[in-house]
C-alpha cells in the first residue's frame, strides 16, 4: 500500500509515514471519513487549526479501471458543521495514486495571512509563497500553474471565495483542457483550504512507476466487461454524453419534480430553454465540446465546453445541477447568463449549487427580481470583490436568508437541496434528509428508480419503498466514493446483475484480495457509521435528519407535501 | 388571574382568554418558557409563522413590591435556534398587570412588508399602520409615540435592526424619561417583532383599576421588610446606586476576569478611564443623571442619564457588560466613543453585548482597527442604513466571524459572552455553558461569590464548588424572573436568610395563597425543565452546553484554562 503525506500549513513541514493498521484497505471516503472521525475533534471550529483537509484516492484509481478517477476530499464542513466527503474528477486522484499516496492531510493553520503552494512530485514535496497568485481567480491560477509545471500536472485550487474562507467555496481542479471546470464543490471545503492559508496544491507525477496490478489479466478481464457495461447502459452509453447531466431537465420537469421559484413548484415554463438539448444544439452552432471526460479514463464523457454567441468558451463541466439552480430556482432563463454565472463559481471558487440557491433566497428576500440573471451576474460578481455583499452571498443560502430575513431557505444540515424536489422524488428526499452530507443528491441518488426507472421503478410521490431505496444507494454509493469510481457508474451496476461483482473482481485482481460483494456493502456501511458518529460527536441529533418546515407546502403539479416523520427517519437509518 | 391577549399578525385581529389551567399561577419567565414550549413547535424557522413572541408581567408585578416591574419577553431565538427569555424594567410591566393581561402573545406573520403598531389600552386593542415609523430608530419612535398618546404610556419598540430581523436586534422599552435606555437585549427577540412586522407596542392603563392585593396589611409589613432589605445591602445600597453597574469594572479587573481584546487577557491597561468612578464623575460633571430607577418603585436605582461633552444627554442606562463589550474587549479606552456606541444600539434596537463582541471580532478579523472607537461607530452606523456592512454587524459575532473567517468566537448556542471571563470566574462559566438561554451573565451570576464574596465566597479559578453554584443560582434566577424581580435583588437575598421568605410573604399575601420556600425552588426548576426539553427537541445536545475551544488558551494574569469536561457539566446540571 501507499503512505500518508501529513503537511504542517503553520510549519510549513511535511511527513510520509506508513499507512497505520486502522487505515489499512481504506481509500477514497471511507478514508477520508475515518481519518477525520479519528483525528478531528468534532466539536472543534471548521476554520481552526484542529480541523485537517484529508485528500485520498479511491481503491481502484490509478488503475486502468474506467472511470475510477474520484479524489476524494473530506473535513468538517464550515458549511454543515458536519462531516463532508466531497470529491470530484480532474487529474490529481490519479497522480496521487501514482506517487503512491494514499491520503494527502493538511494539518493546523499558520497565524500570518500568507498563502503558500504545495507542490508534490516522485521527488518529495515543495512549499512555497503563493505570491501573485493571491486573490486571483481559479482560471488565472490554473493557468499560470500549468505554464509553470507543463501540462501535465494536476492543480486543486482556490479562488477569491476559499481565500475569504466563505461557507460556500469550493476547491476547484484542472480539467482536462486546464480550466477549473472540475470542483470539490459541496460544503464549502475551500473555505478550509482557505483557513490553513494553501492556495493551490500541484500534483505531478513524472517518473512515478506505474500502479501495480496484481493479477493483470483477471483485471484486464474485469475492466473489460465493466467498459462494456458502461457504454452499454442508456443512460451511460447515450443520453449523458449525447446531452451531458442537463438531459436530466426535460425528464425531471415532465416528471413535474423540477424545484422552481424557491420550490414552489415541479415544473419550470422555460424549461426547454435551458435543456439539454438545447444546450448541445447551442454549442455544436458556436463550436464548443459536447461531450468529454472529466479525468482520462472516462468512458461516459457528461462533461463538455460552452462558447458564448462569438465562439469563445464561456464555461466549461456545464452541468444540470447548475443549469438548475442558477435557472429554474431563480426563473433566469437565459442560459447563457446562466452560464456566465457558473464561469463566475468556477473563477471564485464556490459551489454550483449552493450559490443558485442563495440567488433564488436574495430574489427571495428582495435584493435583485426574480429571473434577472444581468443582475444575479452583478451579485455574484461581489465575491470576487471581497465586497460586504460578496460575503454574504457566498457564504451561501442560510447565511444569505438570515441576513435578509427570509424564512423560507431550502437546506438540510445548512446545505441547499439540489434539483429534485424531495416532495415529488420521495427516494430523494430521504437522502437529503438523512444523509450525513447535508442535502446531496449524490449521497443516494434515488431519481434512478423514482424518475429513470434504473434499478427498479418506486413512485416518487409515495411513501413507500423510497426509505429503503434511499438506505439502499447511500450504502452502495459510500462503497462506489470509497472505489473512487464515478457516481454515474451506478446506473449500469443498477440494472446489471454483474455490476457490483465486476467491480470486485477488479478490485481483487489490483489487490489480490478475495473480496465478496457483501464486503463492499459492508465498507460502504462501515463509512456510513463512521461519519453518522462524527457528526453524533459533533451535535447532531435526529432533528437534523429532516426537512424544513417549508416543504409542508403542498407542491404541484401533483400537489404533493413532504410527510416522514422524524422517527420513520431515524428509526431506519442506521447501518 | 388574568387574561392572555392573542394579537394575530397577520390577520391583525386579536383576543381576549381566559388563563387556561395548564398555565394558572404562573407568571414571567415561568410564563413564557412553559408557553414556548407548548405552542411553538421546537424545529420551526425562528422567523417563520410558527414562533410566538410571548410578554409576560411577573407574578408580584403591578403590585407595590419593590424592584418588581420587569417584563419577559419570550420566543424561539433567532439567534440560539434555542429557546429564549429576555427581561426588562421599564412601563410595559406594571401596565400589562395593571390591564390584567397575564401574557400578551403575538402569533403568526403577514405576508406583505407594512410594519404595525399595536395599542392595549383599557377599552381593547387597536392595530393601525406604523406609517411614518418605519425605518425610524427607537429615539423617534419613543419620542412620537409619547407625543401622540401622552408621557404615561409604556412603549416596546423596534428600530431598524429589529425591522432587518438580524439576529443581533433587541426589544427596546422607553425608560422613565421615554428614551430607549431599556432593552429586551439578548437572543434577537427583536427579529421575531419585526418578523412579524410588529413596529411598535403602546400600552396605557388610564382607567385601569389598581391590583387586587388580597392580604394587604401582611404585604405591606412584607413589602417594608424587603425595601429594607435591599437599601441596606452594600451591593444594592450603595455600590449601584453610586457608581450604577460599572461600579464592576475596577473589580473585575481587579480579579483578573475582566476579558480584553476578545479575550487574550483579563485586566485591561485602561480599565480606570471606562470605570463606574470614572462615569460617574463625568455625569456629575456635566449635569446628568447619577442614579435613577429602570422602573416605578425601584429602590437600587442603578440607571443613569449620561451626558456629551456639551451638556446634552447622549445615551441612558449605561451599564457595565455595555462599557465592557465596546471597551475592554475591543480596546476602546474613550468613554464617550462607548457611550456614543450605545447610544448607536439603543436607538437601532441591538443587544450591546452582542454588538461590542461583534466589532472586536470585526477587528480580529481584520476590518477595523483595535481600539479605534470612531471606526467603530462608523461600523455600527451601518446598520441603521441598510447596507449588507451592516447586515453582517447587526446579526452579531457568530454571523461576522462567519463572514470574515474569524475562528476565535466567544460564544455558547452562538449568543456572545458577556463581562467576566469564564476562565478566571468559573461560577460565571459554567452558568454560560449550560444554561438554556446561551452565554448569559443574568442566568446564574457567579460573580456572586467569585468575585463580590456575596452568598459565601467560591474560588473563581478553581473548578471545587462552581457547577453547585451556578446551579443553585440558574434556579434561584429562574424563580426570581418568574416573580418579575429585577435580578439585582439577588445580593440581598444571598445574604439574608430573611431574603427568600419575605419574596414568599409577598407572593402570598398578594395572591392569598399559602407557598412556601420549596415552592419557590420547584416553579425555578420546572422552568428550566421547561427550557432544556425545548432546547433537546430543537436539536440541543450536552455539546451544546461546553465553551468553544479558543477557552482552551491560558488566560493571564492568573494563567487559568477552562477545564469543565462535556460529561461533567451535564451530569449535574438536570433539574
Not at 443549469?323 to 452560464?339: E, N, P, Q, S, V
Request: proline content about 4%; hydrophobic content about 35%.
Amino acid at each position: 500500500m501507499g503512505k500518508l503525506l501529513r503537511v504542517n500549513t503553520k510549519e510549513r513541514t511535511f511527513g510520509f509515514e506508513e499507512v497505520p493498521k486502522a487505515y489499512e484497505g481504506l481509500g477514497g471516503r471511507a478514508l477520508t471519513s475515518k481519518m477525520i472521525l479519528d483525528e478531528v475533534p468534532a466539536t472543534c471550529h471548521a476554520l481552526g487549526k484542529a480541523n485537517k483537509l484529508i485528500f485520498s484516492p479511491g481503491l481502484l484509481t490509478g488503475s486502468p479501471a474506467a472511470n475510477s478517477g474520484r479524489l476524494s476530499a473530506g473535513a468538517k464542513s464550515p458549511l454543515t458543521g458536519g462531516i463532508k466527503e466531497s470529491n470530484s474528477g480532474g487529474y490529481a486522484a490519479q497522480k496521487l495514486a501514482k506517487l503512491g499516496i494514499t491520503a494527502l492531510i493538511l494539518e493546523d493553520k499558520p497565524a500570518e495571512d500568507d498563502f503558500s503552494i504545495i507542490v508534490i512530485n516522485n521527488d518529495g514535496v515543495e512549499i512555497f509563497p503563493a505570491g501573485d497568485l493571491v486573490k486571483k481567480g481559479n482560471y488565472e491560477v490554473m493557468e499560470t500553474l500549468w505554464q509553470k509545471y507543463g501540462k501535465n500536472v494536476a492543480v486543486i485550487s482556490i479562488g477569491q471565495a476559499g481565500e475569504q474562507c466563505l461557507k460556500g467555496a469550493s476547491m476547484n481542479q484542472a480539467d482536462l483542457n486546464g480550466r477549473p471546470g472540475r470542483a470539490h464543490g459541496r460544503g464549502g471545503l475551500g473555505a478550509v483550504m482557505g483557513s490553513k492559508k494553501i492556495k493551490a496544491i500541484v500534483v505531478d507525477d513524472k517518473g512515478a512507476p506505474k500502479i501495480e496490478v496484481k493479477d493483470k489479466e483477471a483485471f484486464k478481464a474485469a475492466n473489460k466487461r465493466w467498459v462494456d457495461m458502461l457504454r452499454n447502459h442508456p443512460v451511460s452509453g447515450e443520453g449523458l454524453p449525447s446531452y451531458g447531466t442537463a438531459v436530466l431537465v426535460n425528464l425531471v420537469n415532465e416528471a413535474g419534480a423540477f424545484p422552481t421559484k424557491n420550490f414552489r413548484s415541479g415544473r419550470f415554463d422555460h424549461a426547454q430553454d435551458i435543456s439539454g438539448e438545447k444546450m448541445s444544439e447551442l454549442i455544436e452552432q458556436r463550436g464548443g465540446v459536447v461531450s468529454e471526460g472529466c479525468h482520462p479514463g472516462c468512458v461516459i464523457k457528461c462533461s463538455n465546453v460552452y462558447h458564448d454567441k462569438d465562439g469563445k468558451v464561456l464555461t466549461t463541466g456545464f452541468e444540470y445541477e447548475t443549469i438548475w439552480a442558477f435557472g429554474a430556482h431563480t426563473t433566469i432563463k437565459d442560459l447563457d447568463d446562466i452560464a456566465m454565472l457558473d464561469r463566475l463559481c468556477d473563477d471564485f471558487g464556490l459551489d454550483t449549487i449552493e450559490m443558485g440557491v442563495t440567488i433564488g433566497i436574495a430574489m427571495e428576500g428582495g435584493m435583485i427580481p426574480w429571473g434577472d440573471g444581468k443582475a444575479a451576474i452583478d451579485l455574484l460578481s461581489k465575491v470576487g470583490e471581497y465586497t460586504s455583499e460578496g460575503k454574504i452571498i457566498g457564504s451561501g443560502a442560510v447565511f444569505t436568508g438570515d441576513a435578509l430575513g427570509v424564512d423560507r431557505v431550502p437546506v438540510v444540515k445548512k446545505q441547499s437541496l439540489p434539483a429534485y424536489d424531495p416532495r415529488s422524488c420521495k427516494g430523494q428526499g430521504v437522502t437529503y434528509a438523512t444523509t450525513p452530507m447535508g442535502a446531496d443528491h449524490t449521497a443516494g441518488y434515488g431519481v434512478t428508480a423514482n424518475i429513470l426507472d434504473v434499478g427498479g421503478t418506486i413512485d416518487p410521490c409515495k411513501k413507500e419503498g423510497n426509505i429503503e431505496l434511499s438506505q439502499n444507494l447511500q450504502i452502495a454509493t459510500a462503497a462506489i466514493d470509497a472505489a473512487g469510481l464515478c457516481l454515474f457508474i451506478a446506473f449500469a451496476i443498477l440494472d446489471d446483475e454483474d455490476g457490483v461483482p465486476t467491480i470486485v473482481d477488479m478490485l481483487n485482481a489490483r489487490y489480490g484480495l478475495s473480496l465478496t460483494p457483501d464486503d463492499v456493502v459492508a465498507l460502504g456501511k462501515s463509512t456510513l457509521n463512521d461519519e453518522k458518529e462524527f457528526n453524533r460527536r459533533a451535535g447532531f441529533t435526529k432533528v437534523d435528519d429532516q426537512l424544513p418546515e417549508m416543504f409542508n407546502e403542498t407542491f404541484p403539479p401533483h400537489n404533493t407535501t413532504w410527510d416522514f416523520t422524524l422517527d420513520e427517519l431515524s428509526k431506519t437509518l442506521s447501518f
